[in-house]
């Protein structure tokens, strides 16, 4: 079993940065993918960026790359997630996962078996 705690939400204007941190409890195994996801109100929970526990590669959904950074620190069980240049239509309720296995593939919310209980990030023009 694995529990998430979100932090580091909040109200930033366009153009701004923040940084999300999950802190994870609980055993992550090296063939883990932690994850970042997001939901607006009334859509789908969308990827946003993953990382795999043991050999750190990452992917990046289009929207954010370049713009977010996906980071691991094994040591002390977290994932952030640095946002930069964030825009409105960043704003949502982030959330941090993990996937035991990825049987749908490290991008999709299918294959992610924890999920933390969310942070709002608002984005003003």
């Known amino acids: 079993q694995v529990r998430l705690v979100e932090s580091g939400g909040g109200l930033v204007q366009a153009g701004a940065s923040l940084q999300l941190s999950c802190a994870a409890s609980?055993?992550?195994?090296?063939?883990?993918?932690m994850g970042w996801f997001r939901q607006e109100p009334g859509k789908e929970r969308e990827f946003l960026a993953s990382?795999?526990?043991?050999?750190?590669?990452?992917y990046y959904t289009d929207s954010v790359e370049g713009r977010f950074t996906i980071y691991r620190d094994a040591a002390k069980n977290t994932v952030d997630l640095q946002m930069n240049s964030l825009k409105p239509e960043d704003t949502a309720v982030y959330f941090c996962?993990?996937?035991?296995?990825?049987?749908?593939?490290?991008?999709?919310?299918?294959?992610?078996?924890?999920w933390g209980q969310g942070t709002q990030v608002t984005v003003s023009s």
């Open positions: 996962a993990a996937a035991t296995t990825t049987p749908w593939g490290p991008t999709s919310r299918l294959s992610y078996d924890f």
């Open positions: 990382v795999h526990w043991r050999n750190n590669k990452k």
């Open positions: 609980g055993t992550i195994y090296s063939q883990y993918h």
